[in-house]
């Protein structure tokens, strides 16, 4: 007979695991003559203070690479001329069903002058004084790869949306980006 069942009982029906599709995010780095430009948060709970590069989500009609320079601009007050996708993250909750996927860009020159927003205020450093103390938990694991001129992926697990309970990290050859704006 064709199809004998290999178990003694019949396949159980595949549970409903909901898929909920991922938040994307932008994160711009600008990395000019070994210095980068981060922004102290100035507000957020928990956030306040904290230093991270520029970004956050991608709005409908918007592609990922338009929405990395709006935010740049808005949070910075910079226009990029020149800058490379260089890493993709996804960051996995145990207290949010929803993962966040960012896109990471580095930016090797702009126009305009660094200025501060209601939300960022901008600070160069050199590579050597990241203030990993001050920022998201992943930040200490992928950072070396970006200073280092890699393209990377990881995923970060987290508890309780700020300790970081495990990852993977691979530097990559490529990145691709959807060309299509978020629908
Ligand atoms: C979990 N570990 C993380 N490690 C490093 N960077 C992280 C991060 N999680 C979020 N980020 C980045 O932080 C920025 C603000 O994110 P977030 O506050 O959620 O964006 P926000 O909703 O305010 O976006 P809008 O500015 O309103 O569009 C945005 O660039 C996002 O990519």
């Known amino acids: ?51 991270n590069g520029f970004g956050g989500k991608v709005e409908q009609g918007e592609t990922i690479e338009a929405s990395a320079k709006r935010e740049l601009l808005e949070e910075a007050g910079i226009t990029a001329t020149c800058m490379q996708h260089c890493g993709l993250l996804t960051f996995v909750f145990d207290d949010n069903p929803q993962p966040w996927e960012v896109h990471v860009f580095r930016v090797t020159a702009f126009g305009g002058e660094p200025a501060a927003s209601d939300e960022m205020a901008p600070r160069y450093f050199a590579e050597a004084e990241v203030p990993y103390e001050r920022m998201w938990a992943d930040d200490v694991h992928w950072y070396p790869l970006f200073l280092a001129g890699k393209l990377f992926e990881g995923t970060f697990h987290f508890h309780n949306t700020h300790t970081l309970v495990g990852h993977t990290l691979t530097e990559v050859h490529s990145l691709s980006l959807p060309a299509q704006p978020l629908q």
């Open 1 to 51: 007979m064709a199809g004998a069942a290999t178990g003694s009982s019949p396949a159980a029906p595949a549970a409903a695991v909901p898929v909920v599709p991922p938040k994307l995010l932008t994160l711009v780095i600008p990395h000019i003559g070994g210095r980068l430009l981060l922004g102290k948060k100035l507000r957020g709970f928990g956030e306040a203070g904290y230093y």
